[in-house]
């Protein structure tokens, strides 16, 4: 019933309203290397933020579309990152080891803290981020991020003209 709820949600929203974040809020990030890492080094460049985790099937299931859209996008200048919110970051280096997961991916080192800063309600959440680290919009549930609609969808909102300079 939960992933039913997910997929009858809106394809992409704005970020609008009271309660969506306005920019990227300061998150504590490891790599899955475990060297620290800042929100301020994702500011620069347009990215797609995946917020996800081993645990949710859904997450599971869309990440290597997430990785062929982050190949597709990098001649874009687009940059596609995952954001786990698991507690174990052994899981999260086994999965992208085994599903040959090479996009960036960092881990919050407070999953429950960064669900709330993020505004995530549900899994998996992925916000479009504009090189100021402006949330231009959002998707809440899987889809299937390498088809062409997706593709043009990501292009438009964050390459549109004045979206994403500083």
């Given at each position: 019933?939960?992933?039913?709820?997910?997929?009858?949600?809106?394809?992409?929203?704005?970020?609008?309203?009271?309660?969506?974040?306005?920019?990227?809020p300061?998150?504590?990030?490891?790599t899955?290397?475990?060297?620290?890492?800042?929100?301020?080094?994702?500011?620069?460049k347009?990215?797609?933020?995946?917020?996800?985790?081993?645990?949710?099937?859904?997450?599971?299931?869309?990440?290597?579309?997430?990785?062929?859209?982050?190949?597709?996008?990098?001649?874009?200048?687009?940059?596609?990152?995952?954001?786990?919110?698991?507690?174990d970051?052994?899981?999260?280096?086994?999965?992208?080891?085994?599903?040959?997961?090479?996009l960036?991916?960092?881990?919050?080192?407070?999953?429950?803290?960064?669900?709330?800063?993020?505004?995530?309600?549900?899994?998996?959440?992925?916000?479009?981020?504009?090189?100021?680290?402006?949330?231009?919009?959002?998707?809440?549930?899987?889809?299937?991020?390498?088809?062409?609609?997706?593709m043009?969808?990501?292009?438009q909102?964050?390459?549109?003209?004045?979206?994403?300079?500083?």
């Open positions: 019933m939960f992933s039913t709820l997910l997929l009858s949600l809106p394809q992409a929203t704005r970020a609008a309203g009271k309660d969506a974040i306005a920019t990227l300061a998150i504590a990030m490891v899955l290397h475990g060297s620290s890492l800042s929100i301020a080094e994702w500011v620069g347009p990215t797609v933020v995946n917020i996800w985790a081993t645990w949710c099937p859904p997450c599971r299931t869309e990440m290597p579309s997430l990785q062929r859209l982050s190949e597709m996008l990098e001649p874009s200048g687009i940059r596609v990152t995952a954001l786990s919110v698991d507690n970051q052994n899981l999260v280096r086994e999965f992208a080891l085994k599903y040959g997961i090479k960036p991916i960092a881990i919050a080192t407070s999953p429950s803290q960064a669900m709330t800063s993020l505004g995530a309600m549900a899994l998996p959440l992925t916000l479009y981020v504009g090189a100021d680290g402006r949330i231009l919009g959002q998707h809440l549930g899987q889809r299937d991020w390498a088809s062409d609609t997706v043009q969808e990501v292009k909102i964050l390459l549109a003209p004045g979206r994403s300079k500083h």
